[in-house]
């Protein structure tokens, strides 16, 4: 998976941890390639801690600048965390390549949720308010 212009936020703090989340997922990917089930399960947990904290600044953010719909967008990272630790927790009792592969899907699946699909929201709104 590739951070492109066109998944940028304008917000540089949010921006940077959105391309760290998708280094690491790239080392999940290599990670599995490899057939590294000590290397998945620990970059598993390196993931959960940058998503989490990217979770809150991108909130603290948000609610510093009046995000109208800061509490939906709250609740929305709530509901992918609550997701991706449920994800982790069947994924680390996985043996396998093939489970492995099909964790690394549902984790991309959670990346394009956050990235793609809920920054969306808050996207032209963060543009409006720098002038872009």
Request: with cysteine; hydrophobic share 40%.
């Amino acid at each position: 998976m590739e951070f492109v212009e066109s998944m940028k936020t304008g917000h540089p703090a949010i921006d940077k941890d959105h391309k760290e989340i998708f280094d690491t997922l790239d080392e999940v990917s290599r990670a599995i390639a490899k057939n590294d089930r000590k290397r998945f399960c620990s970059l598993f947990e390196d993931f959960l801690v940058i998503a989490n904290r990217h979770f809150k600044r991108e909130e603290a953010i948000l609610r510093k600048c009046g995000f109208p719909r800061y509490e939906q967008h709250a609740a929305y990272h709530s509901f992918l965390f609550d997701r991706a630790l449920a994800v982790r927790d069947r994924c680390v009792s996985s043996a396998d390549n093939a489970s492995m592969e099909q964790c690394f899907k549902e984790f991309s699946e959670f990346l394009v949720d956050d990235v793609v699909r809920g920054d969306l929201d808050f996207k032209s709104y963060l543009s409006a308010l720098s002038g872009r």
